[in-house]
C-alpha cells in the first residue's frame, strides 16, 4: 500500500523540480540582458586581427578582422589614429569578415586600429582594436 503513494509523491517531487530548473534556466544563454525581451543583447566580439598586434607593416598595408555577433556591417567603425578608415565587409553567415587598409599618410610610427560597434542599444555597443607599427615605407 505504501509504495504506489511513495512513487506518486518522487514522482510529483520529479514533475516539480523539472519544472522549476527549466524556469529558472530560461533566462539564460549568451545574452546580458538577464531575462531575454527587448533590452536583452549579445556584446559585438571582434576577433582574428591581421597582421598581429605589434606586428611591423608598410604604410597602407591590409588588415582585417572577424566581427561577431554585429547584425548589420553599418554599425562597423574604423578609424586609425583618429584617422576614419573605409572598410568591406563580407557575410560569413555567422560572422563579417571585415577588411581594410592603414592610411597611406602613416609613416614611421606606431597606431592603433581602432573598432567600434554602435548598435541601437547602447549598453550593447562594442569596442575593441590593436596596435600595428608602421614603417616609414
Not at 44 to 65: D, E, I, R, W
Not at 67 to 84: D, G, L, R
Not at 87 to 95: A, D, H, L, P, Q
Request: proline share 5%; aromatic share 8%; glycine share 8%.
Amino acid at each position: 500500500m505504501k509504495t504506489p503513494r511513495l512513487l506518486a509523491v518522487f514522482f510529483i517531487a520529479s514533475c516539480f523540480s523539472t519544472v522549476n530548473a527549466s524556469e529558472h534556466h530560461s533566462g539564460h544563454g549568451a545574452s546580458s540582458g538577464g531575462g531575454g525581451g527587448e533590452n536583452a543583447c549579445l556584446k559585438p566580439q571582434l576577433t582574428k586581427f591581421l597582421p598581429a598586434n605589434l606586428a611591423t607593416v608598410a604604410p597602407g598595408s591590409a588588415f582585417s578582422f572577424m566581427a561577431f555577433n554585429v547584425s548589420k556591417p553599418e554599425q562597423i567603425h574604423v578609424t586609425v589614429k583618429t584617422i576614419p578608415v573605409e572598410v568591406s565587409t563580407e557575410n560569413k553567415e555567422t560572422f563579417f569578415l571585415v577588411k581594410g587598409k592603414l592610411p597611406a599618410e602613416l609613416i614611421n610610427t606606431t597606431a592603433r586600429i581602432n573598432i567600434k560597434v554602435n548598435t541601437k542599444i547602447s549598453r550593447c555597443n562594442g569596442e575593441n582594436g590593436w596596435l600595428v607599427k608602421i614603417t616609414e615605407k
